[in-house]
């Protein structure tokens, strides 16, 4: 790329991100994060970015390449970028990491409320699926996820002990994950898995009729809550954000496709340590009672609870799922 052409992204950029990020000037080293970025407005900028240039590009390019300067760098490479497994959510002062396990998106981005109330001296690393970038496959099982991550995490921390975080299918992920570091004689300090359960074929017989019972009665009350939802206009900043985990490309939705196929298929077994585990106070399509679920799998299994459904945790009250992770990391720290 010419400097001339470079010269003419840059401007082009600086013109997006300032009518997206609303500011009248912009340098093209300000950090779009500082800058009051979130995942949200970083959707926006790749799509006016697809309209621009024709790139299809996801917008978790945005963690590694922050700034206008880097990420018109990025655009003038022939290809898109690899998205690497660990992407940096939250800095911190200690050296020892905190990894978090992605849902069923795949996507780090729906934690990016969370990791920014999480109390906590270590940095925080979200797990990003593989094949988000559009460049590799997709893994569909659980058990080539965990070592997959396991290789990467292994980068960056050589030795336990380790902290590791799971939400959704990334509770799954991280089961795994710690179940392998444990036999092997690594240390796992912390495993929390956040409304995390296996698929409903691998339920008990019992867990799966008071699951059927259940989403009867909450599809007939739904019938009416619909009705009253698209008679009610939303407002605010609010009504044009995507859902949080949405596939904003063709490759994030392969993803899940894949990682679904993942969650199909895999049955947990059991783990010789400890399971820390929050889950939702409302209850949709899950089990009710994670210890009938879990308890029978791990030495010792605790559960807490958190205001919201299974994504509102995330969504909405991720000040209080914080608030639960801080101080689990808080014992875990501890206890060294």
Known sequence: MTQQAASTMTEALSQIWRCVLRRSSIRIEDNFFELGGDPWLAVKIFAEIRKEYGRELSPLVIYNAPTIATLAAVLGQPVAPRIPALLPMSAGSDQQPVFVAHGLGGNVMEFFELAGHIRSRHPIYGMQARGTDGVDEPLNRIEDMAQFYLAAIKELQLNGPYLLIGYSLGGLVVLEMAQRLSEVGEEVRLLAMVDAYPHFRHLSIRQRARLITRRAGRRASAIG?????????????????????????????????????????????????????????????????????????????????VPGDHKEILTKHFRELASVLSRYLQEAIGSQ
């Open 225 to 305: 809550k619909r009705f009253l939802s698209l008679s009610q206009e939303k407002k605010g900043q609010e009504a044009e954000r995507p859902p949080i985990g949405a596939s904003f490309t063709p490759a994030m939705q392969r993803v899940r496709e894949k990682s679904y196929q993942a969650l199909l298929r895999y049955r947990p077994r059991p783990y010789n340590g400890e399971i820390k585990f929050v889950k939702a106070e409302e209850v949709s399509s899950f089990p009710d009672d994670p210890t009938s679920v879990w308890a029978h799998l791990a030495n010792k299994f605790e559960v807490e609870t």
